[in-house]
């Protein structure tokens, strides 16, 4: 089979994958949120915690909640790696050193997954199943959390309350990721990704080096790792490495989980609204988003040539795996950065410019197509809010979504949701390209070196977590700064998103007429998909300048 | 309900009449006059104060921009720095003058109005109680009155303040604040009794209590309101605002950090390009006007001769889901008119429109007048006076007939018309029997919402008395012209109309029916009509409506938007949020009109002011960057002449584009009335699109002319 043909039933596939756990997902995932019933586990998880589990909160409970469960996960994390070489299964590593155990905690508290270590040579058995996939669970679940509570914003009326935090995690993980994970890790098993708790191997090889082969609980890692668009890999090479990731069908599975979610919330959106055409607009939002970003980035793989060795390969295969090849390669960047997921199968730097360029605007567009699981839908509301607000003004009426009028306070949540990532992203830039000793961390020169830090930046505040690589970010000042910039990129924007979430729950909706803009005609996706591009474009139009744009065009 | 009794038909001052004859459906606004432009410029170069820059942050901005490059230009002089420095001195000007323009049209009413606002002296009564024949009388400046005094006011004589009359019958012209010259009937008690200060008394003479403090007339009102000095930002501006700002920030934000990117690059730019970069990306356009469509929109609703008491009226207007809508006076003409003649069996229509008609002649209400005139459009006969010997029998309350007796060669006839039950007990009192079918003719008229009105006809001859019925008249109220299609366009917009009558049900469906609107509210009490705007609105939907009696007052404060009308009482103004100065309930529709105008011109020219960024990228980066990176060179597709010359053509471009809106901001953008989606299209199709593409050829035209400035090359 050639690798055109294959490329093509490799998407095929996917799409028809995600179409068919569509409604059947979406709809799983409403009813956890809906259900007034609580499982068996569920109640004793509860009294252990002491939970209230009837009580509703107010969107300031709600976010105090995500916040203090975050904190205690980020401070868990942090004293696991320090204590390691104290714990069971440590393989013999010592304890990650301070900047750097600060920088994992924050990066896989906010499902960031950013890894500025390898962690076949940092962490322990133990830290990465109890610490690290731990955290893989509960931040796609607070996620997921936290779009109920804005989902909940907009169906309930004259309330303060948006739902309960530790109902909804505990529910998400127990009835969705849990089960899910489990048996999609059996799957990734049997394809042959590794699964045991064996230390270090070392291994001649057949030039006569040594190698060392670590072992461990990989694939059950590894299903959580897509499923919950967490990406941060039990080895360096992520999703590279055949023991992650072992073939073309293992990879295609790793596509799909990572999509798999984001994509299907919009479905549970439509059904807690009442109107699954509402869930179908912003659904085809993220897939023509999804769909034209795959493709710019293959045609660059495939045909924008720009290196020694792409000419004599007849393609961008430097930094490639020969056993994906450039189509998978392509999907899987494609996936990775438009989710916040961040694993990858291949190395981004290697990228041609427009494609490598095309990875970080992906990251840029905030994660919202589908984006992180919860996040990317949350994250696409809230530009769906401006999108709304600008637009429902050109037909003339204070304009509102879903029945809900969007005044002063909602776009004062929706503006600084909108300002926040970009800010981050843009002071770290900066700031990094101001300091000479940060600059020198750059492996390259000219724009690609520019890239390169630029991507660490946009990939930490956006939650993503893949690297361009091809940049030193192991110093104190990077986990430093990295960390920062990926918890302020993950509770900022909560934080608005829970205010903007108990401002729309006051309302009384305003029912629908004729002079309603409709929210779920072709004409909004086109607007929609339209302001979130500009906005991004006029965001980071200079940044992009300077970097993959000054290295693509000549 | 009030409004039934006569109500002034009112000749619209402003220009709002006439434009609508040459374009119906179109809301329109007054034209600039580049005069204006002229005077306003000195108020424009007032508001450079940094004080008042402030409160409008995007503008703010460029102001503080401006200072930083003339603060550059000094240091460090060159043609380049300067261009730039004079053009973003000027966009702040321009973004000035948008206000100063609006603010002077109400300025120059305010004007005419302040004229009126003579000093009077007061007669004030000591003590006055009613039935006082001979009070005691005082003269006090107008300015010393008190609330609850009262005053005396005699032909000729100016009323010395807003009050109520409380006793006597006057004509008073109120010109001075409708512009309409006809004199209206103030009268004490009822929903006419409240009178203006401002105004001068035609004839008699009337007492009037004080209802307002000097200084908090209407007419005082009236001149803050036109003058925008109580202008206060509304809700959706906030919200813009807002939105506006957090866009400054972000490319405030970016281009700052673009600076360590540049070094990098080797490109470090000047402060001049960098402040340059700033003020062309954030969003000036709309903020620019912002402020100016908002006094513009009030202005609009001044010229149809509207005032309405805040900004966020006027937005709420185009919020509006339900109107509430009087009958008479408002769908159907005020009164009752004749539209068809039954003649029962054996009677021909022209016997029966003959007799219809000589027993109205006596008949002088509009309902007796509208009989002979469908006799004499429809069946030709003309108003004329019966031969020999007519004795006439006008309509009374009491008889609920009118009629004439005809003696002619020693026979009497006896022609009668009025209530059906009044006929008939009248025909069966001179001996006679209606025939079986006028029964059910009159029924069937009344079960369609009609009035039936029956044609006796008593004749004595040769000592002989029959007395037969001729038939009915079809008494209807009739919806105004073009009411159907208005109430269409309506709900394509999404409005729900509902008529609001003291009908009975039956009538009430059959007028809403030929009017087309959605739902009515039939014999309707001031408590019912409150009940009905509490529910709708409770439903969370926006009411407006209009009403002018004291009665209305509670569902006039209730409502979203309640309008009320000029010639109504103190009570009802006080209560209402707009008042209509010529006293017309159809404008309701046109003032939720103006308030989507508002909303979409606002909308319209921020998503203007976005789409031109992207030109302006196109322009600015490679003059940045090409020559530190050639390959950026393929951004400049518009071919700009010099680095130089693109940035001065974007900043150039930024300005006048200001100008070149104020007419628009002004006016507002086209509206149509039609459904959101329609609506959307074309406003994306023109100002986002267009927004997209205008600037694109408008920085190609600045640089072809000012590549040829030297220093720009």
Redesign the interface.
């Known amino acids: 089979m050639n690798d055109t043909l294959a490329g093509w039933l490799q998407i095929t596939v996917l799409i028809a994958a995600l179409a068919l756990t569509y409604r059947p997902l979406g709809d799983y995932m409403a009813r956890i949120l809906t259900a007034g019933k609580h499982l068996a586990v569920e109640k004793v998880l509860y009294r252990l915690g002491g939970v209230d589990a009837e009580a509703d909160q107010q969107w300031g409970a709600y976010l105090r909640s995500v916040l203090a469960f975050s904190a205690v996960c980020v401070l868990f994390l942090y004293g696991f790696q320090r204590l390691q070489n104290h714990l069971l299964l440590s393989l013999g590593f010592a304890p990650v050193k301070a900047d750097q155990a600060f920088n994992t905690a924050a990066s896989f508290v906010t499902n960031t997954n950013w890894q500025s270590y390898s962690g076949e040579v940092t962490m322990g058995h133990l830290v990465q199943m109890a610490g690290l996939a731990v955290q893989n669970f509960v931040s796609a679940a607070v996620g997921i959390a936290v779009v109920a509570a804005l989902i909940r914003g907009f169906t309930r009326r004259r309330t303060d309350r948006v739902g309960n935090f530790w109902v909804d995690l505990t529910r998400v993980v127990v009835r969705l990721l849990l089960p899910m994970a489990f048996v999609f890790a059996i799957v990734l098993v049997a394809t042959g990704a590794v699964q045991n708790f064996h230390g270090i191997h070392e291994i001649g090889t057949l030039v006569g080096d040594k190698q060392a082969l670590t072992g461990g609980p990989v694939a059950s890692q590894e299903a959580i790792k897509e499923l919950g668009t967490n990406g941060g890999g039990f080895y360096n090479a992520n999703s590279a490495h055949p023991f992650e990731n072992p073939d073309g069908t293992s990879n295609l599975l790793e596509i799909y989980l990572l999509l798999a979610i984001s994509f299907s919330l919009p479905r549970t959106f439509g059904r807690m609204v009442g109107d699954h055409r509402q869930g179908y607009a912003v659904l085809a939002v993220m897939g023509l988003i999804w769909a034209a970003s795959v493709a710019l980035i293959t045609v660059n793989e495939l045909h924008s040539v720009s290196s020694t060795a792409g000419h004599s390969a007849g393609g961008m295969l430097e930094g490639k795996e020969q056993r994906f090849g450039i189509w998978a390669s392509a999907l899987f960047a494609a996936s990775t950065t438009l989710t916040s997921t961040g694993a990858v199968n291949s190395f981004h730097d290697s990228f041609s410019p427009g494609g490598g360029g095309m990875t970080i605007f992906n990251m840029m567009l905030g994660e919202i197509a589908p984006g992180g699981t919860g996040s990317g839908l949350y994250g696409i509301l809230v530009l769906a809010v401006i999108a709304v607000f600008v637009a429902g003004l050109m037909v003339g009426r204070t304009p509102e979504y879903l029945g809900k009028k969007l005044g002063a306070r909602e776009m004062k949540f929706a503006s600084l949701y909108i300002l926040a990532t970009p800010a981050i992203v843009l002071i770290g830039t900066g700031t990094a390209m101001s300091l000479k000793g940060e600059r020198a961390s750059m492996l390259n020169s000219g724009p690609h070196g520019f890239s390169e830090v630029l991507y660490a930046f946009t990939s930490a505040a956006n939650n993503n977590g893949s690297a361009f690589a091809g940049i030193g970010v192991n110093t104190h000042w990077y986990n430093t700064a990295l960390g920062l910039a990926m918890l302020f990129g993950r509770f900022l924007p909560i934080i608005f998103v829970l205010a903007l979430a108990g401002s729309l729950a006051r309302q009384q909706p305003v029912p629908v007429t004729a002079g309603t803009l409709p929210t779920h005609r072709p004409q909004f996706v086109g607007l929609l998909t339209g302001v979130i591009v500009i906005v991004v474009g006029l965001t980071y139009f200079p940044a992009l300048a300077l970097g993959p744009l000054a290295e693509g065009l000549h | 309900m009030s409004l039934t009794t006569d109500r002034p038909q009112p000749v619209p001052s402003g220009g709002g009449a006439a434009a609508r004859q040459q374009e119906p459906h179109r809301v329109s606004g007054g034209l600039l006059d580049p005069k204006q432009l002229l005077t306003s410029l000195p108020g424009a170069f007032g508001k450079l104060d940094p004080r008042i820059m402030v409160k409008n942050p995007v503008m703010f901005v460029v102001e503080v921009g401006a200072v930083l490059t003339t603060a550059s230009a000094v240091k460090d002089p060159g043609v380049f720095p300067w261009v730039i420095t004079v053009w973003l001195w000027l966009t702040a000007v321009f973004a000035n003058l948008a206000e100063a323009v609006a603010e002077g049209r109400g300025k120059a009413q305010a004007e005419t109005l302040r004229k009126t606002r003579t000093e009077t002296v007061a007669r004030r009564l000591v003590g006055w109680r009613h039935g006082d024949s001979a009070p005691a009388e005082e003269p006090v400046p107008a300015a010393g009155l008190r609330l609850g005094d009262h005053v005396v006011v005699e032909a000729g004589q100016v009323i010395p303040g807003d009050g109520d009359v409380v006793e006597g019958i006057a004509s008073v012209d109120e010109s001075a604040i409708t512009g309409e010259s006809a004199p209206v009937i103030r009268e004490s008690g009822g929903d006419r009794c409240a009178v203006t200060g401002g105004t001068r008394v035609l004839s008699d003479r009337v007492v009037v209590k004080i209802t307002s403090k000097p200084g908090e007339t209407f007419i005082d009102r009236m001149i803050a309101l036109v003058e925008g000095a109580s202008r206060q930002k509304t ?2 501006e ?3 605002n ?2 506006l ?3 400054t ?3 405030l ?13 080797g490109a470090e730019q000047s402060l001049v390009v960098l402040v340059a ?1 700033v003020v062309a ?1 954030i969003p000036t356009t709309i903020g620019a006007l912002l402020s100016a469509i908002g006094i513009a929109g009030m202005d609009r609703l001044v010229q149809r001769n509207v005032l309405a008491m805040s900004g966020r009226a006027v ?1 709420a207007a ?2 509006v ?1 339900t109107l509430l809508l009087d009958k008479t006076g408002t769908i159907t003409l005020g009164n009752r008119q004749a539209a068809a003649f039954l003649p029962v069996a054996g009677v021909t229509i022209d016997e029966l429109a003959d007799a219809a008609q000589l027993a109205s002649l006596s008949d002088e209400t509009p309902e007796g007048r509208s009989v002979v005139v469908l006799a004499e459009e429809r069946y030709g006969l003309r108003g004329r006076q019966p031969g020999g010997r007519a004795e006439f029998v006008p309509f009374t309350a009491q008889s609920r007939m009118s009629g004439v007796d005809l003696a002619e060669d020693g026979d009497r006839r006896e022609l009668r018309k009025g209530a059906a039950s009044a006929v008939l007990h009248w025909i069966e009192e001179n001996g006679g029997h209606p025939t079986a079918d006028v029964g059910p003719m009159t029924d069937a008229i009344a079960a369609g919402g009609g009035t039936p009105l029956v044609v006796g006809e008593v004749v004595h001859r040769d000592g002989r008395t029959t007395a037969t019925v001729l038939g009915v008249i079809h008494l209807k109220d009739v919806v105004k012209a073009g009411m159907r299609e208005r109430f269409g366009e309506l ?6 109309t509902v008529m609001i009558t003291g009908d009975n049900p039956l009538t009430a469906e059959a007028i809403a029916q030929e009017a087309g609107v959605d739902d009515f509210l039939a014999e309707a009490t001031p408590e019912d009509k409150m009940a009905l705007i509490k529910r709708e609105q ?5 009411v407006a409506m209009t009403g002018d009696g004291t009665n209305d007052a509670p569902a006039l404060a209730q409502a979203d938007v309640g309008v009320a009308m000029n010639t109504g009482t103190s009570a009802a103004k006080e209560a209402g949020n707009m008042v209509d100065l010529d006293s017309d309930p159809t404008k309701l529709i046109e003032i939720v009109e103006i ?3 508002l ?2 011109t ?3 020219l ?2 203007f002011s ?2 031109n ?2 030109a302006k ?1 196109f322009a600015i ?1 490679p003059a940045m ?1 090409a020559v ?2 050639p ?2 060179d ?2 400049n597709v518009m071919g700009l002449h010099s680095p130089t010359s693109a940035i001065a053509s974007a900043i150039i471009f930024n300005a006048l584009i200001i100008i070149g809106l104020i007419p628009l901001a002004l006016r507002g953008v086209r ?1 149509r009335p039609s ?3 329609k ?3 074309r ?2 199709r023109v ?2 699109i267009g927004g997209l593409v205008l600037p694109f050829a408008g920085i190609k035209l600045i640089d072809l002319v000012i590549q040829f400035v030297p220093g720009l090359r």
């Open positions: 809700p959706n906030i919200a813009l807002i939105l700002a957090s866009l920030v972000v490319f934000l970016a281009v700052v950090t673009l600076q360590p990117l540049a070094v990098y690059a970069l990306l937005e185009g919020d889901t709900r394509r917009m999404g409005i729900r409770a439903g969370g939907k926006l308030g989507k105008q909303l979409i606002r909308g319209a921020t998503t976005i789409a960024d992207v990228y980066i960057f530190a990176y390959g950026l393929k951004l509206y459904s959101a989606s609506l959307l299209g406003n994306i100002y986002g």
